[in-house]
């Protein structure tokens, strides 16, 4: 009986032991099974999410700008010679001669013949289609730039003149050059007076497209301003055609080079004018600073507006109507594009530029030699609530140093002030003459902000 009981117990003791080993093997297929499935899953839902994301990844891109981070935009420029105005004027290439070719060589002495050489001189006599192909090439340029420039419709309210109490809208095109895309916004400049005033500003591409405009920020001085378009509201189809102009440079123009004007360089929209430089280095003072002009022969009025391309289809320079010799008012005169970058990529970059509040021109070796000085501009006009007339400033005051920093012109003015903040305090030295007497002052000056209100 005992034995009996024990194989009974040790039977019993058997059976639990084996229901137990067979629950874990259990769980632990359940576990692997279930962790196999959530590999599965996570790879499944994975690969879903990758090509939901590919596919969602342009319009998230046109909705939030590439993150909504702008790009930083800079138009690299050329430095002219450290010194008083620079206006570098460039020394022609010669062309070389193919042997046997006649005329005469860069020194006017006709070239010296090898003996033993047999030279053969063909005249080839051009006709209309060699005409006809020039004109095709220059087309081919002003075709390339033409999809940097847009029109600009502006709409403003005017007063009917027989009823002082009705207005009326009219609209008016201009032209738009197409500067940058920063992935959030399309950046346009025009000419500040065409847009001003306007309650509404509408950029047009190719007469199927019109979006709205705005004004980021202007100089009056230059009379220019950047207007910011939204890549939202420009579908890619169109987006892909708009390209930003090429800026080149102004400092080395040459007085005949051939150019082409482009936007209404006639008044009229979407015209186009053939022609030369006719003059350079003209310089025309502003406040704090002084540009470059250049003339060309185009057919110019007051409603003319543009740009001027060189024959690589580079902007050299913007037509303008404010900036004219009172004298030759009629001539087409041009600002210089290398000059005015570092104002054109601070509007388009929204960076705020400082304002001193004077007007300066250069002088002269033999105006600094019966002054006694060695370097300095001079003030011809203070502006009224400026930085420079709270300072002391007057006109007739010959400024000779911003800081640390020798001026020697008013170029050099221009940078030593850009280079500061608005609010910093500058230390200006001048000299300024007091009843028959010359007297060197420090003045304290802090500097304004360009477009703030005064």
């Known amino acids: 009986m005992p034995e009996d009981k024990s194989n009974k117990d040790s039977n019993e003791y058997l059976f639990i032991q084996e229901q137990i080993s067979s629950k874990r093997r259990s769980r632990k297929v359940h576990m692997l099974m279930s962790l196999l499935w959530t590999i599965i899953l996570a790879c499944v839902f994975a690969v879903v999410a990758g090509v939901v994301f590919y596919l969602a990844n342009p319009f998230i891109v046109k909705l939030l700008g590439e993150g909504g981070d702008k790009k930083t935009v800079e138009f690299p420029t050329l430095t002219p010679g450290a010194g008083e105005n620079t206006g570098a004027t460039a020394t022609p290439t010669p062309t070389p001669q193919a042997e046997g070719q006649g005329g005469k060589d ?5 070239p010296s013949k090898k003996p033993g050489t047999v030279y053969v001189e063909t005249h080839v006599a051009a006709n209309i289609k060699d005409l ?10 002003a075709s ?43 950046l346009v400049l025009v000419t500040l007076d065409k847009i001003k005033d306007a309650k509404a500003i509408q950029l047009q591409i190719n007469d199927e497209l019109s979006v709205k405009a705005h004004i980021q920020d202007y100089d009056k001085e230059l009379n220019l301003a950047v207007l910011s378009v ?29 150019i082409i004007a482009l936007g209404s360089p006639n008044g009229y929209v979407d ?16 406040t ?5 002009l250049f003339t060309t022969d185009i057919s110019t009025n007051e409603n003319s507006d543009g740009i001027i391309i060189n024959m ?39 960076t705020e530029r400082s304002y001193f509040g004077v007007k300066c021109m250069d002088m002269s070796k033999q105006e600094l030699a019966n002054a006694n000085l060695e370097n300095a501009i001079y003030v011809t006009e203070v502006e009224s609530n400026s930085p420079a007339l709270k300072a002391g400033l007057q006109i007739g005051d010959m400024i000779t140093a911003v800081n640390t920093t020798p001026i020697s012109s008013v170029s ?25 007497k010359e007297k060197e002052m420090k003045l304290s000056v802090v500097l304004g902000k360009v477009n703030a209100k005064k």
Not at 145 to 174: H, M, Q, W
Not at 322 to 350: H, P, R, W, Y
């Open 144 to 186: 390339g730039v033409n999809s940097s420039i847009v029109d600009i419709a502006c709409t403003s309210s005017k007063i009917d003149g027989l009823n002082e109490n009705e207005k009326y809208d009219v609209t008016r095109n201009t032209t738009g050059i197409i500067l940058a895309n920063n992935s959030v916004d399309l």
């Open 106 to 110: 860069n020194s006017g002495k006709e």
């Open 288 to 292: 704090d600073n002084k540009v470059d």
């Open 230 to 258: 939204s890549l939202e509201d420009i579908p890619d189809s169109f987006e892909a055609g708009l390209k930003p102009a090429e800026l080149g440079e102004s400092y080395s123009l040459l007085v005949g080079s051939p």
């Open 132 to 141: 006809n192909n020039i004109y095709y090439e220059i087309r081919e340029i």
């Open 412 to 436: 050099t003015f221009n940078n030593t002030i850009t280079a500061l903040n608005p609010k910093d305090t500058v230390e200006v030295t001048i000299k300024r003459t007091i009843k028959d």
């Open 312 to 350: 690589n289809g580079d902007v050299i320079g913007i037509i303008t109507n404010k900036l004219k010799d009172e004298d030759n008012g009629n001539v087409s005169t041009v600002i210089g594009i290398s000059k005015i970058k570092k104002t054109i990529q601070a509007m388009v970059n929204q």
């Open 271 to 286: 015209s186009m004018e053939l022609g030369i430089i006719s003059g350079t280095d003209y310089g025309f003072y502003i």
